[in-house]
């Protein structure tokens, strides 16, 4: 990655920016069955060069009395919206808990480990304000070893702005590249941005905040989700072809996996697309909410403390959400195969929504006022998020073993 570098000398202090997700209308089911089927299980294969490999993402939440990498002391980039022991949250025991493979060992994260892997290299997050959340995760685990410099050319007015930070001592590019659709996007109602505000996609076009940026990163991680709630008008060839939510009697009523869908179809053809693009790209999948007992913007919370006990019925939703990316993330690694790229998929969906004890709740502060939120979107820091890295940098080492064989 060739970032201009600033003279500036100072150690970050992060104040990544993120919006709290809009329309959210989520609430637990109590049924007890297992969260995802064995059919679901095999949409999810790696396949080929992966089939002797252990699977990681199938195991369960085991107690780990030695507890997290790092605290909100330990740690001075938290910001307040997942700084959720800074607020005053009470119960400990959502830390002390670590993913547990059946029949292998998910390594712990090696902070020097990973700098060494990514020394002169790149990386991207590319999404929406969970997927900073997981960035911002990774900073604290690199932040017992060194601290970022950040490099990003940023407007003092923007509410949004992608950020760039460089670890100058192993040649480190870390970005957050904000695009919550993933294409491109627009506001479209006439009383201006809300949590629940009218926004118009453009599904066969990709957002150029990432896509005239991306192919000069080895490492990109892709993910967005919550946003898709929204009321949405969806245009193609640059028509108006439909919408979601958007209560108008004579525009055709599509759904939101439709907007979903084609989303991750254009992003990924994008990618395929793009001359000189060698980087491998990380699909995270969906993260679903914990509303309880109502909605983000009628009294939902989501006040639990300890993981699930027995598994919970995934709602209908966020499978299809799930399914949905997961089918396109398939038919790109096919293509990208046959022209040396690679695709890898972090499937984080059916082991955090095992973890509904793991958000901020109303122990965390809203971006921009002063004041506690109900967010059960997003996730604490430290907490299970954490292992999102674990995940990354597992799949980084593999990734070099198999372009070894290659």
Same mark, same amino acid.
């Given at each position: 990655?060739?970032?201009?570098?600033?003279? %500036?000398?100072?150690?970050?202090?992060?104040?990544?920016?993120?919006?709290?997700?809009?329309?959210?209308?989520?609430?637990?089911?109590?049924?007890?069955?297992?969260?995802?089927?064995?059919?679901?299980?095999?949409?999810?294969?790696?396949?080929?060069?992966?089939?002797?490999?252990?699977?990681?993402?199938?195991?369960?939440?085991?107690? &780990?009395?030695?507890?997290? &990498?790092?605290?909100?002391?330990?740690?001075?980039?938290?910001?307040?919206?997942?700084?959720?022991?800074?607020?005053?949250?009470?119960?400990?025991?959502? !830390?002390?808990?670590?993913?547990?493979?059946?029949?292998?060992?998910?390594?712990?994260?090696?902070?020097?480990?990973?700098?060494?892997?990514?020394?002169?290299?790149?990386?991207?997050?590319?999404?929406?304000?969970?997927?900073?959340?997981?960035?911002?995760?990774?900073?604290?685990?690199?932040?017992?070893?060194?601290?970022?410099?950040?490099?990003?050319?940023?407007?003092?007015?923007?509410?949004?702005?992608?950020?760039?930070?460089?670890?100058?001592?192993?040649?480190?590019?870390?970005?957050?590249?904000?695009?919550?659709?993933?294409?491109?996007?627009?506001?479209?109602?006439?009383?201006?941005?809300?949590?629940?505000?009218? !926004?118009?996609?453009?599904?066969?076009?990709?957002?150029?905040?990432?896509?005239?940026?991306?192919?000069?990163?080895?490492?990109?991680?892709?993910?967005?989700?919550?946003?898709?709630?929204?009321?949405?008008?969806?245009?193609?060839?640059?028509?108006?072809?439909? %919408?979601?939510?958007?209560?108008?009697?004579?525009?055709?009523?599509?759904?939101?996996?439709?907007?979903?869908?084609?989303?991750?179809?254009?992003?990924?053809?994008?990618?395929? @697309?793009?001359?000189?693009?060698? @980087?491998?790209?990380?699909?995270?999948?969906?993260?679903?909410?914990?509303?309880?007992?109502?909605?983000?913007?009628?009294?939902?919370?989501?006040?639990?403390?300890?993981?699930?006990?027995?598994?919970?019925?995934?709602?209908?939703?966020?499978?299809?959400?799930?399914?949905?990316?997961?089918?396109?993330?398939?038919?790109?690694?096919?293509?990208?195969?046959?022209?040396?790229?690679?695709?890898?998929?972090?499937?984080?969906?059916?082991?955090?929504?095992?973890?509904?004890?793991?958000?901020?709740?109303? &122990? @965390?502060?809203?971006?921009?006022?002063?004041?506690?939120?109900?967010?059960?979107?997003?996730?604490?820091?430290?907490?299970?998020?954490?292992?999102?890295?674990?995940?990354?940098?597992?799949?980084?080492?593999?990734?070099?073993?198999?372009?070894?064989?290659?």
């Amino acid at each position: 990655m060739k970032f201009h570098q600033t003279n %500036c000398h100072k150690f970050l202090v992060s104040t990544l920016s993120l919006i709290f997700i809009t329309s959210i209308p989520l609430i637990l089911l109590k049924n007890s069955h297992p969260p995802l089927s064995s059919s679901l299980r095999r949409s999810t294969e790696l396949g080929g060069d992966d089939d002797d490999k252990c699977d990681v993402f199938s195991g369960k939440w085991v107690i &780990y009395p030695q507890g997290p &990498y790092y605290t909100n002391e330990t740690c001075p980039l938290i910001i307040d919206q997942h700084n959720c022991m800074k607020f005053g949250r009470p119960d400990l025991q959502f !830390m002390k808990w670590r993913w547990k493979p059946f029949g292998c060992e998910l390594p712990l994260f090696d902070a020097t480990q990973f700098l060494e892997i990514v020394r002169g290299k790149s990386m991207a997050f590319v999404g929406d304000s969970v997927g900073r959340n997981q960035m911002q995760s990774l900073l604290c685990l690199l932040a017992h070893v060194t601290y970022a410099e950040d490099i990003s050319n940023k407007s003092p007015s923007a509410l949004i702005y992608s950020t760039h930070l460089f670890y100058s001592e192993y040649n480190f590019t870390l970005s957050a590249l904000w695009s919550p659709f993933l294409v491109k996007y627009k506001e479209s109602d006439p009383e201006g941005h809300s949590f629940n505000s009218l !926004m118009s996609l453009y599904l066969d076009e990709a957002d150029e905040e990432w896509a005239n940026e991306i192919k000069n990163f080895d490492y990109v991680i892709i993910s967005v989700g919550q946003w898709f709630f929204r009321p949405l008008l969806y245009y193609q060839d640059g028509q108006l072809i439909g %919408c979601h939510k958007c209560n108008h009697s004579n525009i055709t009523s599509l759904t939101r996996y439709y907007g979903y869908k084609m989303a991750f179809q254009t992003t990924f053809k994008t990618l395929l @697309g793009l001359k000189n693009y060698e @980087g491998v790209t990380f699909l995270r999948t969906f993260s679903a909410a914990h509303f309880e007992n109502g909605d983000w913007n009628n009294g939902g919370s989501c006040d639990r403390t300890r993981p699930f006990t027995k598994e919970m019925k995934i709602e209908e939703y966020n499978k299809e959400f799930y399914l949905t990316q997961v089918e396109e993330f398939r038919k790109a690694k096919a293509e990208g195969i046959q022209n040396g790229l690679r695709f890898v998929l972090i499937n984080v969906t059916e082991i955090m929504w095992l973890r509904p004890d793991g958000h901020p709740n109303r &122990y @965390g502060h809203s971006m921009n006022r002063n004041v506690s939120v109900n967010d059960c979107v997003h996730w604490c820091l430290p907490g299970p998020i954490d292992t999102w890295n674990e995940f990354l940098v597992y799949l980084m080492k593999r990734e070099l073993l198999l372009r070894e064989k290659d």
